[in-house]
């Protein structure tokens, strides 16, 4: 099969965009950018749908259901209807949360660098709510809590999220509604992520797929509540999420990506990358694509090979996918859409 990675449009932001300004889900999407201003798009050909004035372009857009959050870098919480853009409410005085979880009802803001604690906001209302069970997490460095769906009629899981910190060789998991812990597994050492925060990615087989210290790549099922160790690496491994498809572990560094085959424990070094470091990473289908230096996006197939690769208007700092054919590339004032074809050679 022959792949190619074509740029389907690009988008000026006019000012740099925090990466997590940019939220794509359920056929959405929504970007802050000029300064001021949160907009809707069509993700396969960039046409504008709505637009909202707020704070800054430099806070966290987050889409989940019918709604749209956006958590200014000023630390004003907005709910818009993600289908309309009309505004539902907003809320103001959450400076310093950065990350933004959404799980059932609530919104949990916090815990970047420490500089506030995790709260949960009502989704209905806008309102923060004090949790007392939320308290032992105060002062600590939080990697960004990760929502983790219900499925109570396959596994009897309520809404939850995924908690680790910086200093703290566990993981969490927090029932969204009640606070109370559903489950909490001891690692070798603390979770590595950077610091954006993001240390999870999910397979589609419910694992969650982080790095324990420097070298050891671990999954969690939070439905069957096991975890265990994947890989040990013999490199130190830099702090981005492994991934994780039917199988096969996907490790971006500076120097390459490994691929190893889980089932075999073969290895592959795919070391003929462009030039620098790897500064994001997204399963597609038949392999994965990697944003190198130098504005390269690199496809490689499950084989070891660059199945394709393209070259953007600027340096990528997030790839966002819609697990099909369709990547998302923001960084440095520019939205690019990335469609992924395969054709029969």
Known sequence: MDQRLTVLWSRLLHLRSSAVALAVASGGLVVAERHSRLVRLVPRSGAPLWEQNVEDCWGTTVLAGDRCLYLSQAGVLHCFDAHSGQRTWSTPKLRLRHYVSVSGSFAFLGGWRGYRPLIRVDLANGEPLVDQFLGPLSGSSLAWPLAVPSHPERDGMADAILVATATRAALLLLDAQTGVTRGEWMLPEPVRFPDSGIAFSASRDGRIVFVSGRRTV?????????????????????????????????????????????????????????????????????????????????????????AARVGLGAPIARLLSDGRSLVHAIGKGHLSAIGISTTPI
């Open 218 to 306: 671990m999954a969690v099922h939070p439905a069957s509540r096991e975890v265990e160790i994947l890989w040990r690496h013999d490199r130190d491994l830099p702090p981005l999420p492994p991934l994780l498809t039917a199988g096969t572990l996907w490790l971006a560094e500076d120097t390459g990506v490994t691929i190893i085959d889980l089932g075999r424990g073969a290895r592959t070094e795919v070391t003929r990358l462009p030039h620098g470091a790897t500064s994001a990473g997204v399963a597609v289908s038949g392999g994965a694509l990697f944003a190198r230096a130098r504005n390269q996006l690199i496809l490689v197939d499950q084989a070891g090979e660059i």
